[in-house]
């Protein structure tokens, strides 16, 4: 992918680029707990987007999107990001950084990218840190991936209309190989954790559906959230989310909070201390209790947050049941997209072909598997002379 953008770079803005990368992210665990500024532990992969980027000393700038074979021309002295084209992730950044006072130019610009599409692995989060990093090379101006991280997550709510978390941008920045980020959606700082699964590995399995109600219910599971706090501030004056409330908590809470909301609480409270189970057990090597930990995470994101769908509750449930798997659960905002899976090495080709089969059977519609390896986060790969 790299030579192919640079190539098709030179030939045609005829100049050499800058290339930034930045990848995809998976999440091991903490669901939904991100915009509670709960905790979150997701680790950057090996997929991600290319963007090629120069001056041209042009009034206007030019993009290219080698995905859609697609090109786009704006004034950069006046224009305004339209929603739902790729271009906007481009303008909605430039737009930010303007408003900012960054000294800005004219640029051509190209994207190319190899995350596969529809899986959940937040290809928008690693464009807009892909473009961040490259606009900062460009212009010299040493944003760090903490605010690259804030630029791409607004761009998400102000353009895209999704009113998102910090954690699928932040991995995409901070992400280190072979390590997973324990996440603190308050302070914005986290722990590396090595990760080392020995005989075991991570497979995705998609789904291979995206059900159209996902953004309008991730906007509305989030302001279900933010009422159950604003109700239980009467009791717990001291809460600012739901990250401040503990799970020995829960039956105070349930007399607070209406039948609706409450097991919406429930599932980002017990989530976000499964992730910090997690991460204990996985520093101890103990592999087993992290998968049930999985497990339960899926049942509660299904049963309480309900944000899965029928297709994800299928293929968790044969994964449970299907030996040398120890955890699967869905993975991202929910409603399609991919299950991650914790299985051991010798198994992978007979789960795929029985999975494959039964999904097959049910949904009438093949599921598609991906292997992932824990990959470092954003870096420019071709720098400025
Ligand atoms: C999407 C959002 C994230 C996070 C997850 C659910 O990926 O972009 O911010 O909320 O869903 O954990």
Not at 29 to 43: M, N
Not at 191 to 199: A, F, K, N, R, T
Not at 315 to 336: D, I, Q, S, T, Y
Request: proline share 4%.
């Amino acid at each position: 992918m790299y030579s192919n953008l640079l190539e098709f770079f030179k030939k045609t803005f005829e100049s050499k680029p800058i290339i930034a990368f930045a990848p995809g992210r998976i999440n091991l665990i903490g669901e939904h707990t991100d915009y509670q500024e709960g905790f979150v532990f997701p680790a950057a992969v090996q997929f991600g987007i290319w963007v090629g980027i120069q001056k041209n000393q042009l009034p206007y700038c030019r993009l290219y999107s080698m995905d859609f074979e697609e090109e786009y021309t704006f004034d950069w002295k006046s224009f305004s990001p339209k929603k739902g084209h790729w271009s906007t992730y481009v303008m909605g950044f430039l737009a930010q950084l303007k408003q900012a006072g960054y000294p800005i130019a004219g640029f051509d610009m190209m994207i190319g990218g190899d995350i596969p599409v529809g899986a959940g692995l937040s290809s928008s989060a690693a464009l807009s840190v892909s473009i961040g990093t490259a606009l900062s090379e460009l212009f010299k101006l040493n944003l760090n991936p903490l605010s690259i991280s804030k630029y791409a997550q607004n761009s998400e709510h102000q353009y895209a209309g999704v009113n998102c978390g910090i954690m699928d941008p932040y991995a995409s920045a901070f992400g280190k190989k072979d390590r997973a980020l324990l996440l603190d959606c308050r302070s914005n700082q986290h722990q590396e954790i090595p990760i080392d699964l020995g005989e075991y590995s991570l497979l995705l399995v998609n789904s291979n559906v995206k059900h159209a109600l996902a953004d309008s219910a991730y906007n509305q599971r989030r302001a279900a959230c933010e009422e159950s706090v604003q109700l239980l501030q009467a009791h717990f004056p001291d809460i600012q989310t739901l990250r401040d409330l503990k799970n020995e908590n829960l039956d105070e809470i349930e007399k607070l909070l209406p039948s609706s909301l409450f097991p919406k609480a429930k599932h980002v409270i017990t989530e976000c201390e499964r992730v910090q189970l997690a991460a204990n057990y996985l520093k101890q090597g103990d592999l087993k209790a992290f998968g049930k930990l999985i497990n339960e995470s899926h049942r509660s994101l299904s049963r309480d947050y309900e944000v899965s769908c029928p297709e994800l509750d299928f293929l968790a449930e044969k994964a449970w049941n299907f030996p040398g798997v120890l955890g699967a659960r869905m993975m991202g905002g929910g409603f399609g997209g991919c299950t991650i899976n914790l299985i051991r090495k010798s198994q992978i080709k007979n789960f795929q072909e029985r999975i494959d089969n039964e999904y097959l059977a049910s949904f009438n519609r093949h599921a598609t598997f991906i292997s992932v390896e824990i990959s470092s986060g954003a870096h420019i790969i071709l720098g400025r002379d």
